[in-house]
């Protein structure tokens, strides 16, 4: 059993910043892409950012230069630094990871249960 956790979000005001988290458990055998999607009321999910096993990075163009997504491979942990956020920003922001969780089985994706951010004055 895989489960994804994340921080909480919050309420933040335009221009802030805010710092995501999210940490897989479980019976892991390797995790492949990790990363953030977001929805908004009314929109499709969005990828935000992912960050592959090579630590190659790929952004959603709104956020390029604003968010910075990292991993820890040792901790299975991504964290999402957002800064400079906009009203637009808003949105459940989930976690998800493609994890392996032992060498016969296919990878597969796996999903937080979402946390909202706000960004508002």
């Known amino acids: 059993q895989v489960q994804l956790v994340e921080s909480w979000g919050d309420l933040v005001q335009p221009g802030g910043s805010l710092r995501l988290s999210c940490a897989a458990s479980g019976s892991i055998f390797s995790i492949y892409n990790i990363g953030w999607y977001r929805q908004a009321p009314g929109n499709q999910r969005e990828l935000v950012a992912c960050i592959y096993l090579s630590g190659s990075t790929n952004y959603a163009d709104s956020v390029k230069g604003r968010f910075t997504i990292s991993r820890d491979n040792a901790k299975n942990t991504v964290g999402l630094q957002m800064n400079s956020l906009k009203p637009e920003d808003t949105a459940v922001y989930y976690c998800?990871?493609?994890?392996?969780?032992?060498?016969?089985?296919?990878?597969?994706?796996?999903w937080g249960q979402g946390t909202q951010v706000t960004v508002s004055s």
């Open positions: 998800y990871a493609n994890i392996r969780i032992t060498p016969s089985l296919s990878a597969r994706d796996y």
